[in-house]
């Protein structure tokens, strides 16, 4: 498993207003709580992007930590 850390800017992010991250996320690591966007499994994180392709603010940032999660 990978570790990654996942930020959300979230004065950028249109939280439940869009939602695409959450939807778009193979693994489920986005959640929807009220009206903002949680990484709540980074850890699940496949690093396929689709996150950041789809999100229409450049709200997200990934990156993969170093070293390998047990």
Same mark, same amino acid.
């Given at each position: &498993?990978? &570790?990654? +850390?996942? *930020?959300?800017? +979230?004065?950028?992010?249109?939280?439940?207003?869009?939602?695409?991250? %959450? =939807?778009?996320?193979?693994?489920?690591?986005?959640?929807?709580?009220?009206?903002? $966007?949680?990484?709540?499994?980074?850890? =699940?994180?496949?690093?396929? =992007?689709?996150?950041? @392709?789809?999100?229409? *603010? %450049? %709200? /997200? +940032?990934?990156?993969? /930590? @170093?070293? @390998?999660? $047990?």
């Amino acid at each position: &498993m990978r &570790m990654v +850390n996942i *930020t959300l800017d +979230n004065d950028q992010c249109r939280g439940s207003h869009c939602g695409a991250c %959450a =939807y778009i996320c193979p693994t489920n690591v986005f959640v929807i709580k009220e009206d903002t $966007i949680c990484p709540n499994s980074p850890q =699940y994180c496949k690093l396929c =992007y689709k996150c950041l @392709e789809i999100c229409p *603010t %450049a %709200a /997200l +940032n990934l990156k993969k /930590l @170093e070293g @390998e999660c $047990i």
